[in-house]
C-alpha cells in the first residue's frame, strides 16, 4: 500500500491494495535508529509512568480525535509520562494527523487516547475508545501496554496494530508493525549465504537483546545451511576475552555476526581490531542498530554489514512532517502514519470485512513509508530490508530492499 499525499482513492494491482497520488508515492523509507521502540534493539524502553498504585483503576482522559467519519479507529499513544507530556507521544499523535490530511479522509474518526505510559492506562484508553465505537486499535508503543491493550480489544473481538518491537507482544489479532530484531537477523544471514558465506561465529551481548538476536540467528543459520562453530557471550562492556577466544579459532569461520548496540561498539571495535578480527580479514555481520553515526567510522567496521529499511521514504516523510508541524519527528512516528494510513486505505476498499484477518495478513502485504511489510497470523511482521556496507564513515546499499513480497508468508 502505497501511503502518500493528495490520496484519490484506492486501486488492487498484485494482489496488494495500493495508494497513488497527485504527486509521485513516497519513496521507501529508512532506519536511523536511536535507542527507543519502534527500533530494533533492547526490550521495550519504558518511558512512562509505573502502573497505577494500589490497584487503583484508572481512567482514560476525554483525548483528542481527528476527523468525524462514521469508522472509528483508536490510536492508543503514551501522551504524557511521569514528568509530564511526552513528546514521543505527541509525535505519533501528530503523524496521525499527517497521514489523515494526507489521505483526504472524511469517513474515519481517529480516537487518539492517552495511556499514560503505563499498563492501566493503555487498558483504560482502550476500553474507552471500544466503547466510543472503535473499529480497530493502533498502538501502544511498549510490550506491557500492549498486552493490556489487546486483553481489552481481544475480549471485544478487535484487532490491534501495535508499536513494540517485543515480540511476546504479538498473537493471533495482535499484529506488530515495528522493526523486529527477528527480521533484521534472518535478512542478514540469508544475505551472508548468498554471499558464499558458510560459517559464521557469534559474538553477542549477555542482555535481552543479544538473546533475541541469538534465538533468530540460530533458526536462520538452520534454514540457511551455515555452520555455527563458535558462540561467545559476554557481559556488556566485557568483550576482550570473548573476542581473543574466537581470534583463537579464527581458522573455523569466514564470518562473524554481532548483536550489539551502536553506543557498545567503539569498545568492541578496539578489541576487534587488537584481536586481527577486522572486516578486512573476516567479514562481520550486524543488525539496524547500526545505521548509527556512531558506528560508520570505526576501523573494525569498515567493510561491515548490516541490515535496514532505505532512507529516502523516511527523509521524505521527515520533511513533510517538519514543514506541518515545525519540529522533527520520532523515528517511530512512521508507525503511526503507516498504521493510520492502512486503517483509512482499508475501510475504503474492504467493506464490512475491512478489519478481518484474512485482510490484515493479506501475504502480498502493503507498502508505507518505511517500505513494504506484511503480518503474519502469529502478530509479527516481515519487512523489506537492504542490506548496507559500511565504509568511509558512511553506508552504502549493497543489496535493496524488495519492493513486493513473493510466497505466502508462510
Not at 90 to 99: D, P, Q
Not at 209 to 226: E, K
Not at 315 to 324: E, G, H, P, Q, S
Amino acid at each position: 500500500m502505497d501511503f502518500s499525499t493528495g490520496f484519490r482513492g484506492p486501486f488492487r494491482r498484485g494482489g496488494a491494495l495500493r495508494l497513488f497520488a497527485g504527486v509521485a508515492a513516497l519513496a521507501l523509507a529508512a532506519c536511523n535508529p536511536g535507542a527507543g521502540p519502534g527500533i530494533p534493539g533492547a526490550r521495550d524502553l519504558r518511558m512512562g509512568a509505573p502502573a497505577t498504585p494500589g490497584g487503583q483503576v484508572a481512567v482514560a482522559d476525554a483525548g483528542e480525535n481527528i476527523g468525524e467519519g462514521a469508522v472509528k479507529v483508536a490510536l492508543i499513544v503514551p501522551l504524557t509520562g511521569p514528568n509530564g507530556p511526552s513528546a514521543v507521544g505527541a509525535s505519533l499523535r501528530n503523524a496521525a494527523k499527517l497521514a489523515y490530511a494526507d489521505s483526504g479522509s472524511s469517513d474515519v474518526t481517529i480516537l487518539v487516547r492517552d495511556d499514560k505510559s503505563s499498563p492501566a492506562g493503555a487498558a483504560a484508553a482502550t476500553q474507552a475508545a471500544i466503547n466510543e465505537g472503535a473499529e480497530i486499535v493502533l498502538g501502544p508503543v511498549f510490550a506491557t501496554d500492549v498486552k493490556e491493550a489487546g486483553r481489552v480489544a481481544r475480549s471485544a473481538g478487535k484487532p490491534v496494530i501495535a508499536f513494540s518491537t517485543d515480540t511476546s507482544a504479538a498473537g493471533h489479532g495482535q499484529y506488530l508493525l515495528s522493526f523486529l530484531v527477528e527480521g533484521h537477523v534472518d535478512r542478514g544471514l540469508n544475505f551472508a549465504a548468498q554471499k558464499g558465506k558458510k560459517s559464521v561465529a557469534v559474538l553477542a551481548p549477555e542482555n535481552d537483546y543479544g538473546t533475541l538476536a541469538l534465538g533468530q540467528f540460530q533458526q536462520s543459520a538452520a534454514n540457511y545451511g551455515l555452520r555455527v562453530p563458535l558462540i561467545e557471550r559476554y557481559k556488556p562492556g566485557a568483550p576482550t576475552e570473548s573476542i581473543q577466544r574466537l581470534a583463537a579459532a579464527r581458522d573455523q569461520f569466514d564470518a562473524i555476526f554481532i548483536p550489539e548496540q551502536a553506543d557498545a561498539m567503539p569498545a568492541v571495535s578496539k578489541e576487534l581490531v587488537a584481536a586481527g578480527l577486522d572486516s578486512k580479514k573476516v567479514q562481520i555481520i550486524g543488525t539496524g542498530l547500526w545505521n548509527d553515526a556512531r558506528t560508520l567510522n570505526l576501523p573494525a567496521l569498515q567493510g561491515a554489514w548490516f541490515s535496514a529499511p532505505e532512507n529516502a521514504g523516511f527523509n521524505a516523510f521527515a520533511t513533510r512532517y517538519k514543514a506541518k508541524f515545525g519540529s522533527d519527528p520520532a523515528r517511530i512516528a512512521t508507525l503511526a502514519y503507516d498504521a493510520v494510513s492502512l486503517a483509512i486505505a482499508l475501510s475504503r476498499s474492504q467493506g464490512s470485512q475491512r478489519y478481518s484477518e484474512s485482510v490484515l495478513t493479506n501475504p502480498s502485504g502493503f507498502n508505507g513509508a518505511d517500505g513494504v511489510f506484511r503480518f503474519k497470523p502469529d502478530g509479527t511482521n516481515e519487512r523489506g530490508l537492504s542490506i548496507l556496507e559500511i565504509g568511509g564513515g558512511a553506508a552504502k546499499i549493497i543489496s535493496p530492499a524488495p519492493r513486493t513480497f513473493t510466497g505466502n508468508g508462510a
